[in-house]
T-cell receptor, first 118, second 114 residues
Framework: AQTVTQSQPEMSVQEAETVTLSCTYD???????LFWYKQPPSRQMILVIR??????QNATENRFSVNFQKAAKSFSLKISDSQLGDTAMYFC???????????????FGQGTTLQVKP | EAQVTQNPRYLITVTGKKLTVTCSQN?????MSWYRQDPGLGLRQIYY???????DKGDVPEGYKVSRKEKRNFPLILESPSPNQTSLYFC?????????????FGNGTRLTVT
């Protein structure tokens, strides 16, 4: 069974600085998908970034980028130029490839609470 | 606006009193699912549905029921709620037309069972 681990329960960063959130996962699959979701105090679950495992290139969305290390099964999220609005809980999640059962399912890590300080 | 709508946003009830949390999506998504979020555990899937009249258990289905009579609606039913079902619940949907379709989430329902 796949598992996702976020080993940093809480982190803080000064506004305008860069922070990296860690995520590791365990799977025997070769093709799969990885996501980062953001949950601000409003409780919404907001998609931040998506990575396809068969793509070597790291995904990027504006100030958000990932460092995807397939062999190490690591998928960290880097937030550049942190803003107060980035304060939220961040979840790393894994999704299996098509054709392997409940493939719409996301398997989540425990979450990392990020506080951006002014 | 494309969205997943779940109601109510907050719900306080007593042990054993049946309740339903509604979920509706307007994106014509085939796949719908329910998650519960608990501190230190992340989100865990309760039930899912790949299409109308097709539902199946997720990782933590005990004490819950679902139905999918229409494509857009996927209610979560707690026949006899217990305090260990106090949690934050999310409904989610996805297009499921290819691999890796992101889930779109509702705004959550905070349930307290006393």
């Amino acid at each position: 069974a796949q598992t996702v681990t976020q080993s940093q329960p809480e982190m803080s960063v000064q506004e305008a600085e860069t922070v990296t959130l860690s995520c590791t996962y365990d799977t025997s699959e070769n093709n799969y998908y990885l996501f980062w979701y953001k949950q601000p105090p409003s409780r919404q679950m907001i998609l931040v970034i998506r990575q396809e495992a068969y793509k070597q290139q790291n995904a990027t969305e504006n100030r958000f980028s990932v460092n995807f290390q397939k062999a190490a099964k690591s998928f960290s999220l880097k937030i550049s130029d942190s803003q107060l609005g980035d304060t939220a809980m961040y979840f790393c999640a894994f999704m299996k490839p098509p054709g392997s059962g409940n493939t719409g399912k996301l398997i989540f890590g425990q979450g990392t609470t990020l506080q951006v300080k002014p | 606006e494309a969205q997943v709508t779940q109601n109510p946003r907050y719900l306080i009830t007593v042990t054993g009193k049946k309740l339903t949390v509604t979920c509706s999506q307007n994106m014509n998504h085939e796949y719908m699912s329910w998650y519960r979020q608990d501190p230190g555990l992340g989100l865990r899937q309760i039930y899912y549905s790949m299409n109308v009249e097709v539902t199946d258990k997720g990782d933590v289905p005990e004490g819950y029921k679902v139905s999918r009579k229409e494509k857009r609606n996927f209610p979560l039913i707690l026949e006899s709620p217990s305090p260990n079902q106090t949690s934050l619940y999310f409904c989610a949907s996805s297009l499921f037309d290819r691999g890796g379709s992101p889930l779109h989430f509702g705004n959550g329902t905070r349930l307290t069972v006393t």
